[in-house]
């Protein structure tokens, strides 16, 4: 969606409301199993003292993969966006300035690239999950598997000795 500004660049203390459905069916991201899209997004561009300020929320839906156990988990979160735009570039880059083409923002990029921004690096479906066993593959959060911890091959010698013990 693209918004049109012309109307508070020149006018500090100007704002203008927004509110639209950011469809991002298309991407896809190794921890997003399923993403319940188009999310709802809404916010405001407001002139502060002649520099344009974009804040708003989108409401995420989506499920994630644990990285530890491979369970799905939904996921609902609110976002808080906010963003810096400009007619120009000036020497200093700002990883959360946005140009403005004519005028005019296109407010899928900056909700896009805000949920990207926002997605965690690692999911896991609670904070003490045990994960799947390497050698069966069942998940341990349910309790310990059938299968006999390997025994390291340099302590094979002490193991035998341990079994003679008894």
Known sequence: MRL????????????KAFQ???????????????LNSPF????EAINVAGALELQGTMQVSMVCICDRCMTAIPVEKTLPVTAYLAETVTEEENPDLFLLENGEIDLDDVFTTAFVLHLDSKVVCQDDCQGLCATCGANLNGGPCACQPE????????????????
Do not use: T, Y
């Open 4 to 15: 049109n500004l012309n109307d508070i660049i020149e006018r500090p203390g100007a704002r």
């Open 20 to 34: 639209f459905s950011l469809d991002i069916q298309d991407m896809s991201f190794l921890q997003i199993h399923q």
């Open 40 to 43: 709802p997004v809404e916010g």
């Open 151 to 166: 025994i390291d091959s340099r302590l094979a010698a002490l193991q035998q000795l341990l079994e003679g013990r008894d």
